[in-house]
């Protein structure tokens, strides 16, 4: 079963939670996803583009060892080993919108914060002029050759015209 077939089932009037083995995993989409964190437990919700459906897909996902628990107590059928469908509650289509926005533009907020992270740790290299200007403060003019102050003067100024770094001599 593809993902635009899973998501079919995920309608207004479906008073179930649809759940998919992926794996090791099972798997809640959508309508899914938000009952179940709803009427039986909170799991991490995840937001991706998928291309297949055009469009932002929430899902969560939970181990089969976890399955025992979440079953106790449910009614729920399970028309294949890869498919397990339990009774849940009718999700109006005003709150799937409002929760699901929720969680993408948790999802927005997250990877700004991590954007803006890595731009905060990013350095920022000091200009030409100023690393000329360092190298030129910390060259010690007394300890070398007159050929050697010629050198490094040299360098300094091919450094400058061609706005490239060395490291210091």
């Keep these: 079963m593809d993902l635009k077939q899973k998501l079919d ?5 479906s008073t179930y939670i649809y759940l998919y083995r992926e794996g090791l995993f099972w798997k809640a989409y959508e309508r899914s996803a938000i009952k179940f964190i709803q ?23 939970f181990p089969d060892a976890v399955l025992p628990k979440i079953l ?6 399970q ?11 009718l999700l ?8 699901k926005s929720r969680y993408i533009s948790n999802k927005m907020q997250a990877l700004k914060k991590d954007t803006l992270q890595e731009s905060v740790l990013v350095r920022k290299e000091p200009d030409t002029g100023a690393l000329v200007l360092e190298r030129l403060r910390l060259y010690d ?3 070398v050759t ?8 040299s360098s300094l100024k091919k450094q400058l015209e061609n706005n490239i770094t060395f490291k210091d001599n």
């Design 9 to 13: 089932l995920e309608t207004a009037e």
């Design 39 to 61: 009427t039986i437990t909170v799991y991490q919700v995840n937001t991706r583009f998928c291309k297949v459906v055009d469009m932002e897909v929430i899902s969560l996902g």
């Design 79 to 89: 028309p294949d080993e890869k498919r397990l469908v339990i009774r849940s509650v």
């Design 92 to 99: 109006g289509d005003g709150e799937f919108a409002t929760e």
């Design 146 to 153: 007159p050929i050697e102050c010629m050198i490094f003067l």
């Design 141 to 143: 003019i007394a300890g």
């Design 72 to 77: 106790e107590n449910r009614e729920y059928e």
